[in-house]
Structures are given as C-alpha cells and as structure tokens.
C-alpha cells in the first residue's frame, strides 16, 4: 500500500510560479512511476504529466508542456511538479497519482487507469 499526499498548493497570479510536491509512504519510492493530473471545476480529470521510476523519462500533456516540469527526488520518497507561467485556466485540483513498475525504469504512464494510487488533491488557483 502506498500513501500520497499532495502539498504547495494555493492562490497564485497569472504569470508566477508553484511548485507542488507529492510525499509517498508505504513502500519504497524507487519503483514507483508516477504521474500529476489536474480537474477544474465541472470538468473531467485532465492528465497533466508522468516521469517513470527511474527518473529518465518525462512526457506532459498539451497544456503542461513548455510550462511545467515533474520531477522525482527517490532519496525523499517525494515527487514534484514545478509549474510556470501560470494562467487562470490552470485552476484546478492537482492529483499525484503512483504504481509500481518492477520491468522497466524508463517507463510512464498517461492514463488515470494505469495508475494504482492517488492523493488526495491539492487546490491550485491562478487569478488574473
């Protein structure tokens, strides 16, 4: 079992930064490949970027890419998602989600149902 909590969230303006964190207890970080998604109000669950266990590869979704960069520090059993150049249309709830992957470092997932574990959310707010 692994437990993730979301944290960094808030209100920020348009144009600056935030850095969300995801801390994982339970089970040893290394192997899990991990990935953020995000869901604004009245919409569905958007998928926002995933890194795998190993930490080499990284893929965003459309709205992430130039912008935010996920990153995994294993040594704290943390993952981070680094968001700039934030726009009102990034208000949402960010959720870090994990599974584990024993075959292969070098693989991500992009789709809510590979993912085996969630946090719980955390509020990101951009004004204008």
């Known amino acids: 079992q692994v437990h993730l909590v979301e944290s960094g969230g808030g209100l920020v303006q348009a144009g600056g930064s935030v850095r969300l964190s995801c801390a994982a207890s339970g089970r040893t970080f290394r192997n899990l490949a991990m990935g953020w998604f995000r869901q604004a109000p009245g919409k569905e669950r958007e998928y926002v970027a995933a890194?795998?266990?190993?930490?080499?590869?990284?893929n965003y979704g459309d709205s992430a890419k130039a912008r935010f960069t996920i990153s995994k520090e294993n040594a704290e059993n943390t993952g981070y998602l680094q968001m700039n150049s934030l726009k009102p249309e990034d208000t949402a709830v960010y959720y870090c989600?994990?599974?584990?992957?024993?075959?292969?470092?070098?693989?991500?997932?992009?789709?809510?149902?590979?993912?085996?574990?969630w946090g719980q959310g955390t509020q990101v707010t951009v004004s204008s």
């Open positions: 890194i795998s266990w190993s930490g080499v590869n990284t």
């Open positions: 989600a994990a599974t584990p992957e024993y075959h292969n470092s070098r693989v991500f997932y992009t789709s809510e149902e590979d993912y085996e574990y």
